[in-house]
Nanobody, 126 residues
């Protein structure tokens, strides 16, 4: 099982930037999806961005053009660069990982994420 630890959250004003990090340790996967999710008070958790082990990425429409998901070369740390932040981006942000079967060739939206971090709070004030 992989362990995930997020960092980098904080409080910023609208229009500002933050970079979230997620350090992976333990039994990491060779074929995987990793994603960033968020949950605001009173709302359901939503997917923000994901990246496959082959480097393909996907984003929620609400963050396209503002957020960028990436990994370091060793694929140990996952990042989420968040620019032009809006108050509606305020939420607890979680990173998650899903191991992909050898035969799976789809995207990351519907895979079962079975490893989750503890979350990091992002607060954007107007």
């Amino acid at each position: 099982q992989v362990q995930l630890l997020e960092s980098g959250g904080g409080s910023v004003q609208a229009g500002g930037s933050l970079r979230l990090s997620c350090a992976a340790s333990g039994n990491t996967y060779s074929r995987y999806c990793m994603g960033w999710f968020r949950q605001a008070p009173g709302k359901e958790r939503e997917g923000v961005a994901s990246i496959r082990s082959d480097g393909s990425t996907s984003y929620a429409d609400s963050v396209k053009g503002r957020f960028t998901i990436s990994q370091d070369n060793a694929k140990i740390t996952l990042y989420l660069q968040m620019n032009s932040l809006k108050p509606e981006d305020t939420a607890m942000y979680y990173c998650a990982a899903a191991r992909l079967s050898w035969w799976y060739d789809g995207g990351c939206a519907q895979v079962p994420y079975n490893a989750w971090g503890q979350g990091t709070q992002v607060t954007v004030s107007s």
